[in-house]
């Protein structure tokens, strides 16, 4: 009970409060107040031991905070040094992963568009180039979390907000989509103007072309992704694309960039490329062409001019065309360029080659005599005609008159191999190696195919094919001296040559040809005033499906001019004229746009006359007519065409001026 007594304490003097009392007259900071916390400590568990009945501890034994304070710091301490050498091994010495992964969330590598190589003429005009455009697109993920604003972007973008919705919808987990691609740059700033989260633009490049529907065939188009599709777009696509560059960049949670980081490669621009084709000389065959099938009823044209001494391609030009700055626009039957996929029988435009083979093989002479009478001659069980009896003619009057008996009794005493390698040699039967896609070799028969009718009938050019452009190939060589040269669209491009023909057979056929557009020929509506004009006209029957030949025709004119300095070589078929318009003869459907192409090609590329006599007389029997028209007197000074050129070689009027002088010259048109 005693120990109970001595053990109260009166009020709230414990030891913890003496010890606390004595610490404003002790002093002595943190080791005093420790070493007083200890004692009382000490005290009261001394206290309590003897009310317990136990024995005091030892004064070592006793606990010892500032060892414990120590203890706890040092831990403490050292868990902050663990701490700081993880982030610091973590953020500087094995970042690898971590920043990988954070680059996944924010850095991108972006594309860096090009611009595709320019296509120019021969003379450096454009024909295809390419202009920055912009591409609407959005994150569908970003997009999904504003439904609300869906109707103002479908507004914008001038959909269906419906459309637009299920759009996004399929492309739910992704987090690109085009919304609208290769618009106006004014168009794509409005519809970034209304800030809709997830829609963002981005640079393209859009193909344009200049002429039109004019180069459309040769041209070709690309898509949507500036990838060349048809025409010589497709066929140097590689060098035209170049190759775009890539960039590192880092956008925000909401797809913007916010910096650019790093160029990974730099943007190669596609290459330029010139052509040959001369754009004047193509607007002229386009139009010419397209005159024609409005005068004539025609279903199809095509038209191609070389040059003879390179067999470059100056024009080629084909009806029904399309636009290519319009995609999707028009019939897919219009995009196939007629001139190089299309086969026709070259019909009488393959006379003079049968009379070259037979002049090559020496069975006869241009002055030889050929007996074509009544008109018409057996063959199998078919009938070889003429239009009507021309009695005997000479071999240059078998191509004069055009004549079928003629062609076929020239070309059956030829051997058969002989007469097919010669053919062949011209380009028949082959792809003419010119580069464009699609090329077609057309269609001759080996000799072991032949049935006992098939030389006569490929002598005046029915059971062979060919297109446009192995026509014109063929009459370029003829008049080259016998040389065929490989074609070629690409200025500068390195093409063959081979000898087909001797020289003095070539020219011969020439002058033979010749005979064709002047009085008593077939064309003389292809006869072009002061220039002297080699050709041959054909017409054919187009092969009906059914078996046999359709009361359609093709009509084919060939020509090479001037005789004297061969400078082009120009073939134009027109395809199901209408008989009730301009009839369906050669020389009167496809002679005249043989005439207009190249009197202005003449002009353009200041090729001089070689018939300047028949031209000073024109225009003196023109200047006859006019003082007869004004009782004698004078209207003026004669001023000759020629004085008026730019240049010292003369060159002749425009038809639109001589026509009349023209026909009066020729004894009228046909």
């Not at 003829?478 to 669209?489: E, H, L, R, S, V």
Request: with cysteine; hydrophobic share 35%; aromatic share 6%.
């Amino acid at each position: 009970m005693s120990a109970r007594k001595n053990n109260k304490r009166p009020g709230r003097s414990g030891p913890l409060d003496r010890v606390l009392g004595e610490r404003g007259n002790r002093g002595g900071g943190l080791d005093r107040l420790v070493e007083n916390l200890g004692e009382g400590f000490s005290r009261l568990r001394e206290e309590r031991a003897r009310a317990a009945g136990n024995k005091p501890r030892n004064r070592n034994a006793q606990f010892n905070l500032r060892n414990r304070l120590i203890l706890v710091g040092g831990a403490l301490g050292l868990c902050s040094l663990a701490l700081l050498g993880r982030a610091l091994d973590l953020q500087v010495i094995s970042n690898d992963f971590y920043r990988q992964q954070g680059d996944a969330r924010s850095l991108r590598e972006i594309p860096i568009p090009t611009s595709r190589g320019m296509i120019t003429d021969r003379n450096g005009e454009p024909l295809a180039v390419s202009t920055p455009v912009e591409s609407i697109w959005g994150n569908p993920k970003e997009l999904a979390k504003s439904p609300g604003r869906l109707p103002e972007l479908a507004k914008a973008l001038g959909v269906a907000p419906d459309e637009l919705t299920r759009k996004l919808s399929q492309r739910s987990g992704k987090e690109f989509m085009y919304l609208k691609r290769r618009i106006n740059p004014d168009e794509a700033r409005k519809i970034l103007a209304h800030k809709i989260p997830g829609v963002f633009s981005q640079r393209e490049f859009r193909r344009f072309y200049p002429q039109g529907e004019a180069m459309a065939h040769v041209l070709g188009f690309t898509n949507i992704d500036d990838r060349g599709q048809e025409g010589l777009e497709l066929a140097f696509d590689h060098e035209l694309r170049g190759k775009p560059g890539t960039k590192r960049v880092i956008r925000d949670g909401a797809g913007r960039i916010v910096e650019n980081v790093d160029l990974v490669q730099s943007a190669e621009p596609g290459k330029d490329i010139t052509l040959t084709l001369d754009r004047r000389i193509q607007y002229l065959t386009y139009r010419e062409l397209r005159r024609a099938l409005i005068d004539t009823g025609a279903s199809s044209a095509s038209a191609v001019v070389l040059d003879i001494e390179t067999g470059e391609v100056l024009a080629m030009a084909n009806l029904p065309t399309y636009n290519p700055n319009l995609l999707g626009a028009g019939n897919r039957d219009t995009h196939r360029n007629r001139a190089i996929t299309d086969v026709v029988e070259p019909g009488s435009t393959m006379k003079p080659i049968t009379v070259a083979a037979a002049l090559n093989a020496g069975t006869v002479k241009p002055t030889t005599l050929v007996n074509t009478s009544p008109g018409w001659m057996p063959n199998g069980r078919y009938r070889i005609t003429d239009t009507h009896n021309n009695g005997v003619l000479t071999v240059t009057g078998v191509i004069t008159k055009s004549s079928n008996i003629g062609a076929a009794k020239l070309a059956l005493p030829l051997p058969n191999d002989y007469f097919y390698k010669f053919i062949r040699n011209f380009g028949y039967g082959s792809k003419p190696g010119s580069g464009f896609p699609g090329e077609s070799s057309g269609l001759l028969a080996p000799p072991q195919r032949w049935s006992g009718t098939t030389k006569a009938t490929m002598a005046y050019g029915y059971g062979l094919s060919a297109t446009p452009l192995q026509i014109a190939i063929a009459y370029a060589a003829m008049a080259n001296g016998g040389k065929m040269i490989q074609p070629t669209f690409v200025k500068g491009q390195p093409n063959e040559a081979h000898q087909v023909l001797d020289p003095v057979v070539a020219g011969e056929i020439m002058r033979m040809m010749q005979t064709v557009t002047e009085p008593g020929g077939t064309a003389k509506q292809a006869a072009i005033l002061g220039y002297h004009v080699a050709g041959k006209t054909g017409t054919t029957r187009k092969f009906s499906a059914t078996g046999g030949y359709s009361r359609k025709y093709v009509s084919l004119f060939a020509g090479v001019v001037p005789v004297e300095k061969p400078r082009f070589s120009m073939v134009v078929v027109v395809s199901e004229p209408d008989p009730t318009k301009r009839g369906y003869y050669g020389g009167s459907v496809s002679g005249p746009v043989f005439r207009n192409v190249m009197d202005g090609a003449l002009r353009l590329m200041d090729v001089a006359p070689d018939d300047i006599e028949t031209w000073l007389a024109v225009q003196a029997a023109a200047e006859a007519k006019r003082l007869k028209q004004n009782g004698g007197k004078p209207t003026g000074p004669v001023v000759p065409a020629a004085a008026t050129a730019t240049h010292a070689v003369a060159s002749p009027p425009p038809i639109a001026a001589s026509s009349v002088a023209q026909a009066a010259a020729h004894g009228g048109a046909r």
